[in-house]
């Protein structure tokens, strides 16, 4: 057991904390750290210049463009990607289907999608839930039937979030409704500008256009973009879960809202319940951190940790607390989410509300929390 | 960074396991045990003389081993484990560190190594009726006549100090500030009595008793104190997440086995995803604990410090969630002194309340949130 950075490692940081500061632009990177909306060009670019470097996808093979990292060296590249404000690589493409594609993918797929997807070249969307399969996915419903070649798609794909910005959709398709519904399921990558593809905008509680239906009606795909065994959606579904389960532990971004959030205090600093809040936060996440550290997210066969379910769980409970606290800070000044950009009260407070109301979506998604208590409760403790 | 034990320290846990195996193989020997005097087993703390347990925080010089904090903590979470009611945490960590931390060499040399011998018993008096966790003594006050230390007030509680054959006192010094001196059980007035886990403690009374001055006589020692208290709370975390980790073990299995309504409990998600919500807890706790004792070896008090404020909260909500669980999902059968899991709380209360409670270190954290932009764990 040792706390500190061997020498290699404390390299390693800081080469990272220099290639992030100096080659991602700086409107890119403030952005980001005041907490402002990223456009889709500004994500695009943050990605292609770490791509550049070699830093977009480090977790996957490193015949495509992977590094042969350790956890802890991830780890190190996670936090100051985050302390620098540079755009995390784009999860749809760096942690789900890109993943996917280079271990179950025909070479064909590998060559045609992974440069493209590494590089942002396509943006991709997440088509998984339906609006009668959420947390029970395996019960999704949208049909792909063979004709000749192709694929004949029809069905509703719901929640699917930045589908507006998608050029392409990783699909999980009914393949075979006789059998038991985790066996009949099959992976379909769909061209979002093929005929017949709709996305219609859902509006949040925030106000905010994030998250989209995708309407199939009659799509024709081309039978070389099913994606691993005619049927073996569900193993990939669950791969792809794992993987998504581990990114969306936000313990970085949490850290850093958190103590932008005191920066922004001032006099309420003086409130020794406020005080008592922070200090039990950054107690929490520092818990959460060395969790992270401790617990090897990944096993050497690419497949996610069990406790990475804590990850998830706890993180999403932490990234909402410091939202409600921001909200309990901002008080009246929340109430001008909505107003113009002459509004006398400040950014950070104007954004409470809104953030507050968003981020209740986290605990729901990347498998809701309770899914997350399901799986610790039967995988690790086999109850 | 690297949270991994190397093989000399697996293989000390093994050890430490294997013979506490021998001691305490069921709850109803820590029963037998702490229903008699002196409470622990004499001859179980022999052979952890023998195998160099008792040494292992003291240098070479001084009679120990000379072993890490990592060690300590691995022998510290295996007595959590089996609720082991051996003063290892009061007399060897507490009171072997204070005599370690601001002794003279020949009275390391002439303490630590009986200590360490399994020869002596030791108890650290550093608390007075009305102290909440504090290193400056109040309760107790020296006076020095004609080159001689005498001491008087009331030290209480006193962990472990029944059976202690010295005591190691932190005393209100004539001209200021806080020393520790040895005192002699035989020169102050000790009552023994059960803590709420049925460990033991003392009130012990100074009359105008006899004291050697450990260290400079008259130094202000507050500093020190203080550290060595920090350095027995990161170790009695690690004893807590010992309990935690059997308490945990033992609700799944109860829930697995446990028929009502003629099924299993773990049929019933209400129970399955509490207990779900009880590994979280222990899993974060570990980490912190993890850490809190790597931070030891950098040597930094302020860093220490700052560590044990840190554990000691993710520990005391960590405890109070896991303890209070465990007793629940067992129903009645976890209210009853025969049954570990209920007196595993009891065990977390006592070192929760000894050591410092969450709400104070949660106070002290709070004092400085402004002192820093944010926490890095690495």
Redesign the interface.
Known sequence: ?????SPA?AEFRSRMREIFTTKVPQEIRDTVLEGRHLTRDQIVEAQRTLNAEGLAVPHWPVEWGGQDWTE?QR??WH?EMQRAGVPIPLAFNASMIGPVIAHFGTQEQKERFLPATANLDIWWSQGFSEPDAGSDLASLRTSAVRDGDDWVVNGQKTWTTLGQHGDWIFTLVRTDPEVKKQAGISMLLIDMTTPGVEVRPIELIDGGHEVNEVWFSDVRVPGDLLVGDLNGGWTIAKFLLGNERVGVAPVGAT??A??AL??HAGAL?DD?LV??R???L??????????A???VAHSSDGAPHP?SS?LK??GTELQQAVSELALDLAGPASLAARADDDSPQEGWARRAAPTYLNLRKASIYGGSN?I???I???T???? | ?????DDE?QALREAVRGLLATAYADHEARRRTVADDPGFDRALWGRLAEMGVLGLPFSEADGGVGAGP?EIGIVCQELGRVLAPEPYLSGVVHAGGLVAAVGTAEQKAELLGRLSAGEVLLAAADTSPGDRWTSDADGVRASVADGTWTLDGVADPVMGGASADHLVVTAALPDGGTGVFVVDAAAASVTGYAAADLTRAATVRFEGSEATPLGEPGRDLSASIATISDLTRIMGANQALGVMQSQ?RAT?DY??SRKQFGVTL?TF?AL??R???M??SL??????V??A???I??GDREVVADAAD?VG??VGRAARHIGQEAIQLHGGIGMTAEYAVGVGTAHLTVLEQWLGNAGHH??R??????DH???D??
């Open positions: 057991m040792q706390l500190e950075l490692d802890l780890h190190l936090e850290k850093r958190l103590s005191k920066s600093l020794p005080r008592a922070i200090a039990e950054e107690n929490d996440l520092l818990a959460l951190e060395l969790t550290l401790r617990v406790a804590v769980l706890r309770e997350q208590r399901q610790i409760s039967r690790i403790l086999g109850l | 960074m690297d949270f991994t034990y320290q990592v945990v799944t829930l697995k773990n998600q399955t995803f207990a779900a919500d590994y979280v899993e974060l706790a570990h980490s912190t993890d850490w004792t790597m931070t070896a950098g840190r909260l993710q949660l106070g954290l709070s004092a400085r949130v402004t932009e944010l926490v764990a690495v």
